[in-house]
């Protein structure tokens, strides 16, 4: 799924560590924090030392200290996997249609499940290095063919720098770069903290710190567990580097060389390398960064005729037969220098003065000023306006935002340039490589075809946002509801008053909290939500008591969901494992041929949330021609979401004002109640 992680309401004694993990207890950037500016000839000596200059943190416990002991993801019991699978199949079906489901899924859970499970619990025993679910996610993503544009690869971006002069294009990207750098190299040095969800104080503190470093990692997470503290996987930050999804025939390969110190930059459709670490692996000063940089946004050549980007939006298997072409034609060299760079820098011409704007440049962009299967790339426009977009099989965006907040804080409070401050006096052009590739006609008619598949598959795509401001998750706080929940029921009955029906709706959940853990799947369309659904209905005429009673049975059952999805107690990846092993053994289980089953996984809603306060809005396109891609932002004083869709289906539009009339509805309804119930008390 392209949808980013969800991030759930936590609920205090919670193993799973969402608001850790998300940035959502990081640290805040104070305006005391944020200098005003940066004098060019000192920047050095805002540091302590040059190893703080090299460093963004230095954590005296390793990045991966607690990697050996991480408990596993367990294997849910099939009976549980069934009933809950049942308990969302009844939303979406008539009683004759459930009670048909209802008897295959017995039958499944009697027989062929049965077997299943039993040879699914024995492969996840003989490999308990990993998780059941990691090596068939992995598959699931890179044998895909399909484009990873708009398909897979999502988007976040960066709340706009408030001092003035700092979204300069060139005076972002530099410290874009340099504050990067330094999160690489606390990463390779194990200084970055390692993540942990903290539920007291005594996980937090500098004795923890001491002593817990010198517990060997293969109990290292039992002893912070006695400390209420409950280190999260991180077993994707290894890919979030010097890492890019190369095209195979059937499967695609993901490869990581870190030992190379050089980034990928793209402007115009040019390709262009250097070195950010010197011989010695020290970063470059930032001025000769800077340096870099101009030279290359200084660069008028006329953009090329045949701009390799488009290939990697194509079919997978016509681009690994093309890049095979590529490196026959003497371009292996430039294929590695691509593939092996740190991360590519997109240097955009164009600007997005508004939200659908930055959604379409940073989702997809002209398709010629992009790398679409590095690990990430860093996307700045003319205006300074910056976004990541990823590639989606190495992880889950869990390093992803890791990355983004801690480097969004880096360059906040102490950036490394200013608008004041001059590129280092030296000959560019001796440090920056323009990357030169040879083509036939062969990779030419390739290229041009590339180019015409990418825009008839993004030119279709429709988008709006909506900016909610009368209320905010303070509010929520207030009402004693789950703003997740309550974001969630709002779509829930905005489809249903679009089409008068419910839909299966994808809402993905991090299970980072066991080794090697990926997702699992909230299941958001309820009963619960559909009786609320059918309610509000006849909102005028209903009951403000029994209505207000239906939201809280929302939020409770989604909290519900959460905490198990949280632990790997979904039914989604269960029965991804089961199917998985039932194609590989040659079988094919009735469930799995049920329409009932097609149907429920037939994503119409995939929805996602991320919020941090270093993230200005997210995105990502429809996971099936009818559905809608729901990025979703709740903040302290106002909600917002941004979507996408196709118009054939549903227009986006009247989607929209039918969620932001169900928003209306619902706080009118928990302001009244609670308008009531406080006059009660008096």
Known sequence: MAALQKIPTYQPGLIPAYRRLYGLT???????????????????GRFKSSRSREYLQESIVPSYHFQPSMPRLPVPKLSDTCSRYLASQGPLLDSQQYAETARITKEFEA????????????????????????GPWFDMYLKSRVSVVLNYNPFMSFVDDPKAGYTDQLVRATNF????????????????????????ERSK????????????????????????????????????????????????????????NHLLVIRNGHMYVFDVMDADGNIKPAAELHAYLSHILSDQSLPPSHPLGYLTAENRDTWASLRQKLEDCGNGAALKAVDSAIFCLCLDDST????????????????????????????????????????????????????????????SISPNVSPSCKPADIDASEHVRKLEFKLDGVLEEGIQTAKENFFSLVTPLDLAALQ????????????????????????????????????????????????HGRTETVRSCTAETRQCSLAFDKVDSANVTDLRQLIQACSDKHNSLTRNAAMGQGWDRHLFALRTLAEKNGASPALFRDPAYAAINHIILSTSTLSSHAVNLGGFAPVVPDGFGIGYAIRDRELGYNVTSYPASHSVRDFLQCVETSLEDLFKVLHESNKAANQSKK
């Open 468 to 515: 909610y401001t009368k209320y905010g998750k303070n509010d929520l706080k207030k009402f004693k509801i789950s703003p997740d929940s309550l974001m969630q029921l709002a779509i829930q009955m905005g489809y249903h008053r679009l089409t008068g029906k419910s839909a299966g709706t994808y809402e993905s959940c991090s299970t980072a909290a066991f080794k």
């Open 205 to 260: 503190s500098k004795w923890f710190e001491r002593i817990i470093r010198f517990v060997p990692s293969s109990l290292s997470w039992y002893g912070a567990y006695l400390a209420n503290g409950y280190p999260l996987d991180m077993s994707q930050y290894k890919n979030l580097f010097n890492s890019t999804r190369i095209p195979r025939p059937g499967r695609d390969e993901i490869v990581v060389d870190d030992t190379a």
């Open 352 to 411: 997005a003065d508004n939200v659908d704007s930055q959604t379409r440049l940073m989702l997809h962009g002209d398709g010629a000023n992009r790398w679409y299967d590095k690990s990430f790339s860093l996307i700045v426009d003319k205006n300074g306006k910056a976004a990541v977009n990823f590639e989606h099989a190495w992880g889950d965006g869990v390093a992803v935002l890791r990355y983004f907040n801690e480097v969004f804080d880096d360059m």
């Open 111 to 134: 027989k062929e499940g049965a077997e299943l499970h039993k040879e699914l619990g024995a492969m996840n025993a003989q490999n308990k290095h990993t998780s059941y679910i990691s």
């Open 26 to 44: 990081g640290r805040q950037i104070r305006k005391g924090q944020i200098l005003a500016a940066v004098p060019c000839t000192s920047v050095q």
């Open 177 to 200: 770069v340099v504050s990067s750098a330094r999160f690489l190299k606390c990463l390779r040095a194990e200084l970055l903290k390692p993540e942990i969800f903290h539920l007291g």
